[in-house]
Structure formats: structure tokens, C-alpha cells
């Protein structure tokens, strides 16, 4: 009998006992099979730290949701941003800490549907909408089903696609949009020009999302390098202009990113054509 098959032996055992042990539990540690030393092995438990603060980013948009639809909609706005902070901190804290997982990435992309798509589509149906009837559920609907798509979409080419670009709007980015353009008017009077406007609004964000549209990542930039003095003087400043007046300011933001990439892809386009010319 050779070493492989005794090895295939202990491995099938070993495989026995672990069902034997939790047979019976209701709520047991989640397995998952991770490469060390380029061996596969499997690891019990989830890592603590990262997917409390991708909960926290999830009850923000489940929060939003609440708040949305009791009439809140200057909280609703706001919860989502705070999801937007958490959601940026998840992934860094779990590389800086060594504590990426599966797992994690599943969970995170999970809480990214509910907090930029379903969060957003049904705050914004609550605050500017529902005078459009069918229609504006219909909109609302199409924004969080291309928030689907696109996330799917990154989840399958997130290993292939180049790092410096997205490819269509992220999803963060149209919920940012969606989201300001609710705290900006939550005190506006909704009449039937404004709700077809903001419908509109929605569903270009949504059609953004599933383009092939490049917007820049600044996944290159260097934080941890020297930078000029000015810089961070100029940093500073921007803090102090969004905390003045933070409704105005990110709605603006938000829509400057979300314009720069059809501005981007029709300036290479115009590009290329006079060059084929």
C-alpha cells in the first residue's frame, strides 16, 4: 500500500470525524478551504474585525431603508454615506491586518446590494417617485437590478480587470448620487416635473453601473509615500468646504465622478475618429 492512499485514508477519516462532531448542531463554524505554503488546507471560523465593520455597513443600509420609509429621508440619505465609510474601511482593515478571506469577500458584496442597491433605489421611490406610479417603482427597480448586475459583473472579473479602472460606475459611486440628490432636496416640494426628473437621474445611474464605461479606480494612488506640503493643505481644505455644506458638496462630487467617464469615453472617441480620418 502506497504513502497516497494511507495519507487518502487519514484524510477520509479525518473528514468522518468532522461530520459525526457537528452532526446535530444547528449553527456551526463556517469551513473554508484556504492556500498556505501552495497547499490547500481548511481553516474554521471567520476573521472578527473586517466583518463587523462590513455589518456595520450593512445595518447603515438597512437602516436607511427604515428611515426611508417612515419619512426620514435627510437620515436615510445620510446612513448610506456612513455605509460608504464602513464599506471602504472592510477590505483595508482585512489587508492590513492579513485577515482577507472568501468569506469576507462574499459577505462584503452581499452588504454592497443592500446599501447601494436596494438602500438608495427605495429611499429615493419614498422621497421623489411615487408620483410616478408604476413607472417610478419601475425606475427604482432598475437602478437596485443593474446594482445586481454590475456587482456580479466585478465579482467575475475582479481578477482579470485592470486595477486602475472600474468598468461602468461602481456601485458606491451611483448610490452616492442617488443618495445626495435625496439629502440635497429632502425638503423640496415633489411635484411631477421633479419626480421625472430624479427618475430619470436614477435610471441613467443604474444604466451607468452596467456600461462599459472606464471611471479611474485611484487605486494607484500612494498614500503611505512623501507628498508636497500643498497637498495636504489642499486636502484640508476640501475637508472643511464638504463639512460646510456636505449635502451640496458630495451630490456635486458624485456627479462629477459620474460624468467624467462618458466625458472620458466621448474624448477618446472623438480621438480616435480624427485619427481614422
Known sequence: MSANDDSSKVSDLDSRREAEADFGLPFDDH??????????VRRRGIF???????????????????????????????????AMVFDGLDGRVARLTNTSSAFGVEYDSLS??????????LVMFNWGLAPLGKYGWAMAFA??????????????????????????????SAAALVAGTVWFGHEAEITFELSLLVGLLTLTAGLLMVSNIKYHSFKGLDFKGRVPFVKLLLMIMLFVVIVANPSVML??????????GPLMWLWEYSRKKRVDD
Open 31 to 40: 469551513v473554508e478551504e484556504v492556500s498556505e505554503g501552495g497547499k490547500t
Open 48 to 82: 472578527l474585525l473586517p466583518n463587523l465593520i462590513t455589518t456595520a455597513a450593512l445595518f447603515s443600509g438597512f437602516y436607511a431603508i427604515v428611515a426611508g420609509m417612515h419619512g426620514n429621508f435627510e437620515n436615510a440619505a445620510i446612513a448610506i454615506f456612513v
Open 112 to 121: 454592497d446590494m443592500v446599501s447601494f442597491g436596494l438602500a438608495p433605489s
Open 251 to 260: 451630490v456635486l462630487m458624485a456627479a462629477i465622478y459620474a460624468t467624467s
Open 143 to 172: 437602478f437596485a437590478a443593474c446594482a445586481a448586475l454590475r456587482l456580479a459583473r466585478f465579482n467575475t472579473q475582479v481578477e482579470t480587470a485592470d486595477k486602475r479602472y472600474f468598468t461602468g460606475l461602481a456601485s458606491p
